[in-house]
């Protein structure tokens, strides 16, 4: 088993959309980024906690490789707004990869390269500002944050933010997203 953290928005949405991939075994929402003191929800949404939104997912690499997570994560949010997403503002929405060890590190600056050529491509003058951090620790997220959305799925948020991006997921990685096929959803 292998780990990665990765913050672009609200977790909620990453929990979702990560939980749905074969070879991933578990993911949990938390915060990363600051003390163990300012990690609650009501610091971090202050946004003075130094904390980042993340999810930490376990996988097996021999099944989906920490690339392909890093696919979906640049594919499923935007990189290029420093500190939001969507109606999320701080920098506790910031987009942020804390890598575990040196590949990982690497393998970010090769996506992060990847994604960036893409957008000159297209004549976009968007910058892609995805942070890159050691990971030092992770601080799980308050139980009423796991697994939100399978327990609140009529929920306004899962309606029109989460399951849109579980489309996108579909129809951007149909091999990928075996789990989400299989539920019938």
Same mark, same amino acid.
């Given at each position: 088993m292998t780990t990665a953290t990765?913050?672009?928005?609200?977790?909620?949405?990453? @929990?979702?959309?990560?939980?749905?991939?074969?070879g991933v075994t578990q993911v949990r929402s938390g915060y990363s980024g600051g003390s163990e003191e300012t990690a609650n929800y009501e610091a971090v949404c202050?946004?003075?906690?130094?904390?980042?939104?993340?999810?930490?997912?376990?996988?097996? &690499?021999e099944t989906i490789k920490f690339e392909d997570l890093l696919?979906?994560?640049?594919?499923?949010?935007? &990189?290029t707004t420093l500190d939001q997403?969507?109606?999320d503002i701080g920098s506790q929405y910031r987009s942020v990869i804390f890598y575990h060890n040196q590949e990982?590190?690497?393998?970010? @600056?090769?996506?992060?390269e990847q994604f960036?050529?893409?957008?000159?491509?297209g004549k976009s003058k968007e910058v892609i500002v995805t942070k890159l951090s050691k990971f030092e620790t992770?601080?799980?997220? @308050?139980q009423f944050h796991q697994r939100y959305w399978l327990n609140q799925p009529n929920s306004s948020y899962c309606q029109l933010v989460i399951n849109p991006k579980l489309n996108k997921l579909s129809q951007y990685f149909p091999d990928l997203d075996q789990r989400l096929k299989d539920s019938g959803k």
């Amino acid at each position: 088993m292998t780990t990665a953290t990765l913050g672009g928005g609200c977790f909620w949405c990453f @929990e979702a959309i990560f939980m749905q991939l074969d070879g991933v075994t578990q993911v949990r929402s938390g915060y990363s980024g600051g003390s163990e003191e300012t990690a609650n929800y009501e610091a971090v949404c202050s946004g003075a906690s130094n904390h980042a939104e993340v999810v930490q997912i376990t996988f097996q &690499p021999e099944t989906i490789k920490f690339e392909d997570l890093l696919q979906v994560f640049f594919s499923l949010h935007d &990189p290029t707004t420093l500190d939001q997403q969507g109606a999320d503002i701080g920098s506790q929405y910031r987009s942020v990869i804390f890598y575990h060890n040196q590949e990982q590190k690497i393998q970010s @600056e090769k996506v992060i390269e990847q994604f960036q050529k893409k957008l000159s491509k297209g004549k976009s003058k968007e910058v892609i500002v995805t942070k890159l951090s050691k990971f030092e620790t992770f601080f799980k997220a @308050e139980q009423f944050h796991q697994r939100y959305w399978l327990n609140q799925p009529n929920s306004s948020y899962c309606q029109l933010v989460i399951n849109p991006k579980l489309n996108k997921l579909s129809q951007y990685f149909p091999d990928l997203d075996q789990r989400l096929k299989d539920s019938g959803k």
